[in-house]
């Protein structure tokens, strides 16, 4: 597509269900990043892919957090059991060559979720 | 602890002035530098960069200066213009190999550019 698709822009999910967020980045992009933005913080760095694999998962808060990437193209981003220090706003990235040099990411508009 | 710093949150100039943000990092390892814009409901766009290897990058109105001995760099918006008002977010990335090929950034420093 022309630009990163994140779904659903919006969720509200009650405290202890799972969600699903997706992102579809741009055709071509081998490279791809979920960041998210918490209430007056920055833009907090995730997990990113290489293609299909996720060679640093350094950034997911907890166990609670996984993210898978299929066909070098979409990713889903699965927090289970929500709580509500999960609220943020989540931004998927993505970029022609891993790390981002030259223009760096183009980003989705992201998933707002809030657990109440 | 917080690797790309910026200790303005919030930052107001009138239109046609100019327009200074800044940002402070500690990692001696990035040597790429981005900033980007952000308005509300939106993701990130990307505004201009600059590699470590320069201490300057200019872009019609936007001008980044990079002080490696300070690890310092700013933004310069000059004139600025109310569709400049947005949050800007600092990032720094280091080398190719593991997490510090991945973008870092800072908090943000929400601008509002008044008529």
């Known amino acids: 597509g022309a630009g990163v698709s994140q779904s659903p822009s919006n969720k509200v999910t009650e405290k202890g269900k799972d969600v699903e967020l997706r992102c579809d980045p741009i055709?071509?992009?081998?490279?791809l990043y979920w960041y998210r933005q918490s209430l007056g913080q920055g833009l907090e760095f995730l997990i990113y892919f290489q293609g299909n694999s996720a060679p640093d998962k350094s950034g997911l808060p907890s166990d609670r957090f996984s993210a898978e990437r299929t066909g070098g193209s979409v990713s889903t981003l699965t927090i289970q059991r929500t709580q509500q220090e999960d609220s943020a706003v989540y931004l998927c990235?993505?970029?022609?060559?891993?790390?981002?040099?030259?223009?760096?990411?183009?980003f989705g508009s992201g998933t707002r979720l809030t657990v109440v | 602890d917080q690797q790309v710093k910026q200790n303005s949150p919030s930052l107001s100039v009138q239109e046609g002035r100019i327009s200074i943000l800044n940002c402070d990092y500690t990692?001696?390892?990035?040597?790429?530098f981005l900033w980007y814009k952000k308005y509300p409901a939106e993701g990130p766009t990307f505004l201009i960069s600059i590699s470590s290897i320069k201490d300057k990058n200019e872009d019609g109105r936007f001008t980044v200066f990079l002080n490696k001995s300070a690890k310092h760099l700013s933004l310069h918006i000059v004139p600025s213009q109310p569709g400049d008002s947005a949050v800007y977010f600092c990032a720094a990335s280091g080398g190719y190999g593991g997490s510090q090929g991945n973008l870092i950034f800072g908090k943000g420093t929400k601008l509002s550019v008044k008529p």
């Open positions: 990692n001696s390892m990035f040597d790429f």
């Open positions: 055709s071509g992009h081998t490279a």
């Open positions: 990235a993505s970029s022609l060559s891993w790390g981002g040099r030259g223009n760096g990411y183009t």
